[in-house]
């Protein structure tokens, strides 16, 4: 007979013995289950039966980790902007004054700005200007339309070949269009 403890402290015993002869050769097994005892009484020795008894593990939480930020860039100084030049100055402040008070297109006042009976400025001078100005092109032409509508009482149609015209005011014909539908506003 054996006896085995099981991890849960209950005896089996196990008997082999030989059954009778017509069961010759055979041989029976029989396995009796009892409950823990102070001692095993058996007379054969236990066998003890390993067990995996599981170890418990501290688990500590991972030390804090300082991070910080990288120290922000330096700023880097832009490179500074050419200068611009006093007559490209003086060409964007006429190109204003004549946007303002003539209502001029752009391409009239580059021709008055370059004319050597106007203001007789460099090409690039003027250029810039007129690239530069502040200016609202439909409202100019808007505005240059009522003018000869109210002074001349020039018809529409008149007045889009006036506003568009390469020996007139020199309007783009977007510009001039835009003028003529906004006439009666």
Known sequence: MALIITAAGILLSIVTSSVNAA???KTA???SISAPS???TASAAPTPVATAIPTPVATV????VETTAPAPAAPVAAAPAPAVPAAYKSA???ATSYSKTMHMSKAGIYDQLTSEYGEQFPPEAAQYAVDNVQADWNANALA???SYQDQMSMSPEAIRDQLSSAYGEKFTADEADYAIQHLSD
């Open 23 to 25: 069961n010759a050769g």
């Open 29 to 31: 097994t029989t396995v």
């Open 38 to 40: 102070a001692a095993p």
């Open 61 to 64: 939480p991972p030390a804090p």
């Open 92 to 94: 964007l402040a006429k």
């Open 144 to 146: 240059k339309s009522k």
